[in-house]
Nanobody, 117 residues
Framework: VQIVQSGGGLGQSGGSLRLSCVAS????????MAWYRQAPGKGREFVAS??????????ADSVKDRFIISRDFDKNTNTIYLQMNNLKPEDTAMYFC?????????WGQGTQVSVPS
């Protein structure tokens, strides 16, 4: 599956940015699409996810009430977004989109988000 991310870049404290993730049509059933991030010198951490069939969403405590994960319901695309509001310097990281099916996870190329202090 091909995953293409866009958006992100340089933000400011209290500002907003939006990330997009488009996954090519797949021959398998997507279970979940999600966002993860990795700050310099740290491991990759979960940010938000959406179950593909039911639409249940989950957020990390650190982004709850600030970030919103959503999807494009056009049946011809597998697209999710991450609206990031009230940005903080600790949100600085490389953000990765993931597509999950039973038994496998596929990753996007990553998108840098920087929020200077």
């Amino acid at each position: 599956v091909q995953i293409v991310q866009s958006g992100g870049g340089l933000g400011q404290s209290g500002g907003s940015l939006r990330l997009s993730c488009v996954a090519s049509r797949t021959s398998f059933t997507i279970v979940t699409m999600a966002w993860y991030r990795q700050a310099p010198g740290k491991g990759r951490e979960f940010v938000a996810s959406m179950s593909w069939t039911v639409g249940t969403v989950y957020y990390a405590d650190s982004v709850k009430d600030r970030f919103i994960i959503s999807r494009d319901f056009d049946k011809n695309t597998n697209t999710i977004y991450l609206q990031m509001n009230n940005l903080k310097p600790e949100d600085t990281a490389m953000y990765f989109c993931s597509v999950q099916k039973l038994g496998a996870v596929y990753w996007g190329q990553g998108t840098q988000v920087s929020v200077p202090s």
